[in-house]
């Protein structure tokens, strides 16, 4: 595993399409009308099909998985505060950011957001990962 340190961060930018959201729901069965109703979703202010915030929640979960702390993570909690709306065809990015090691524990706590293309802030929280072996950079503070 790469050496971990205190603001270390990744980060993934995508879209989520209509038929993303089809498949999500298939998958799901959440069926929401705002995930497959134009109509629906403007009446509750989106600008087209609404993104399910668990699509938005499971950027987080690529980053953790793939590049930090990056694979053999194991994902234990994640708090999410949602605060603007996501709307298919957005374009969001996900960034997480280590703000708390425990390497006595193999714990990590990370920083979580996602931004829309303007620049607002779809959704912000908190990560807590276990990760065996961490190695911790010289800046760290233990506790």
């Given at each position: 595993m790469t050496e971990l340190s205190l603001g270390q961060r990744a980060e993934i930018t995508r879209k989520f399409g209509e038929q993303d959201i089809v498949e999500y729901i298939a998958l799901t069965g959440d069926s929401n009308p705002i995930y497959y109703d134009q109509d629906e979703a403007r009446?509750?202010?989106?600008?087209?099909?609404?993104?399910?915030?668990?699509?938005?929640?499971?950027?987080?979960?690529?980053l953790l998985g793939t590049k930090l702390p990056g694979g053999g993570t194991n994902y234990l909690k994640q708090s999410?505060?949602?605060?603007?709306?996501?709307?298919?065809?957005?374009?969001?990015?996900?960034a997480?950011?280590?703000?708390?090691?425990?390497?006595?524990?193999?714990?990590?706590?990370?920083?979580?957001?996602?931004?829309?293309?303007?620049?607002?802030?779809?959704?912000?929280?908190?990560?807590?990962?276990?990760?065996?072996?961490?190695?911790?950079?010289?800046?760290?503070?233990?506790?």
């Open positions: 009446k509750v202010g989106y600008s087209g099909l609404a993104v399910p915030g668990a699509l938005i929640g499971g950027m987080f979960s690529t999410l505060r949602f605060l603007h709306l996501a709307s298919a065809n957005d374009e969001f990015t996900a997480v950011e280590i703000v708390r090691l425990r390497p006595e524990k193999e714990l990590v706590n990370l920083r979580t957001v996602c931004i829309n293309q303007a620049g607002e802030t779809v959704c912000e929280g908190e990560a807590l990962v276990l990760v065996r072996d961490i190695q911790t950079g010289p800046s760290v503070i233990k506790g």
